[in-house]
């Protein structure tokens, strides 16, 4: 019963020492000397502001020694917390720093596989918020690049509900067989940001704003205050539906809801993908969207279909008492003999059908539920110092962004797409195959 995943979690928890950056690391708790600053990582954070607050408390244990935002005001307001850091406007000049161990990147989705290439080709440990890419080919290019290195960096996506102990909960119902044989997988999102198209020029940007950077390697687009006007950790609202800034939910809360699935099923790349939804829209990604998926078969289920919903469109649910509007963000799991629904926090489990009274499911005892994984953001520090491993590596995390991005293809050109996940290649139309990669603006390079 006791998975590689359990194993790894407890050996790394059982650990007494670990060795790692040439230096001997204790786990924390455990004897004094761990947090010498000897023992520190040299991190930078690239994305100061917004959603960098909410990794202050987490990395405050080590030396932060660079902040890079295109805001100047946003590097001030993270250099309050970390006075001694060196202060950089461009990621790609902060990476020359020679010191640095890690990095933290949380800024536009169009510039996370940028940063994540750029970051990696340095050797230096990542921490990318989520989607690592902002079109198939860049998450492909983050994850391989990271696979080529996985012996000595540790990378962790940002999708930290991850470490919610629901997403074990009912990673242990499915594969325990709960519901039977796994058949179709379901995962959705309410929210609905309705936007025409970019926002018309207005204004000059303010001096402390180096617009030019923040449009990056992006098609440019006129400045409008419309991008900025978003409270901290909340602006991305305020770009990600375009789709030269991001993918809209199918990356925002995407991210989060499909890890739910990716968890629970041990999946790979898809060899099918299917779209639909509203009209497209060149400019902007869309609100009501449905792709689908064909998973292969691993060595505990059979092939699964996979599907994401968003914006209103929603599966059906499996009985009318259970109003699946009413979970904002959530998933479900249909099986041979019932149904798993759950959001980030609960779940119901739903036997059906005349033979499904769980006597052919055996509950874990308290010693075979998977440990918790404990702090996420801790999660990755460790292993950089440490064994390297993280929940959410770029093979957890990329292949799942991966799949989602190939939908967004699917729904543009409303074609049913077969896909060869080991070559990055839609075998079928050449205008999908086309619209894996996105173009980029003179100067910028992708994996440099
Ligand atoms: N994991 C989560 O729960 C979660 C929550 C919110 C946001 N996010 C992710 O975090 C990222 C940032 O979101 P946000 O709402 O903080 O957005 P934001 O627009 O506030 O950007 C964050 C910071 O990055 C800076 N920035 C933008 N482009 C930059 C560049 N090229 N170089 C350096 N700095 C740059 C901005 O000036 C800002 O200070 C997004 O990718 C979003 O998906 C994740």
Known sequence: MMNSKIL???QFLKSTAVTGLGLTILPSGVLSGANAPSNKLN?????????????????????????????????????????????????????????????????????????????LNRDLHIYLEKPIGNCVEEARKVRLNWEKKKNKLAVQVGTQRHAKPNFERVRELVKDGAIGELTDCYA??????????????????????????????S?????????????????????????????????DMGSHTIDLVWNAIDAGLPTTAEGEGEKFNPEVTPVELHIAFDIPANDWRGPVRVHWYQGGMMPRSPKEYIDLNKIGHGAMFKG????????????????????????????????EVIPPLGHFQKEWVNACKGDL?????????????????LGMVAYRTGEKLEYDGAAGRVTN????????????????????
């Open 336 to 367: 041979t003999k019932g149904f798993v629904v759950c959001d980030f926090d609960s779940r119901i489990l739903l036997p059906f059908g005349d033979d499904a009274d769980l006597t052919y499911y055996k509950r874990r005892t308290k010693d």
């Open 43 to 119: 991190v930078a954070m690239i994305g100061t502001w917004g959603r960098a607050d909410a990794h202050f408390d987490a990395i405050s244990s080590e030396n932060i020694v660079a902040l890079c935002d295109v805001d100047e005001n946003h590097v001030a307001h993270a250099a309050k917390r970390f006075p001694r850091a060196k202060h950089y406007v461009d990621w790609r000049k902060c990476l020359e720093q020679k010191d640095l161990n890690a990095v933290i990147c949380c800024t536009t989705d169009h510039t996370h596989a940028f940063v994540g290439n750029w970051t």
């Open 389 to 405: 491993k993280t929940s959410c590596d770029f093979t957890y995390g990329g292949t799942a962004i991966e799949m989602m991005l």
């Open 8 to 10: 790894q979690r407890r």
């Open 429 to 448: 139309s050449a205008k999908a195959d086309d619209l894996l990669r996105r173009e980029y603006r003179p100067g910028w390079t992708l994996n440099g």
């Open 219 to 251: 098609p440019y687009h006129p400045y409008n205050p419309e991008y900025f006007a978003g409270g901290p950790g909340m602006n991305c609202l305020s770009w990600n539906m375009y789709w030269d800034y991001g993918t809209g939910q199918v990356g």
């Open 188 to 217: 959705w999102g309410n929210r609905q940001i309705r936007r025409k198209g970019y926002p018309p020029a207005q204004g000059q940007p303010p001096k402390n704003l180096h617009y030019d950077l923040w449009i990056g390697p």
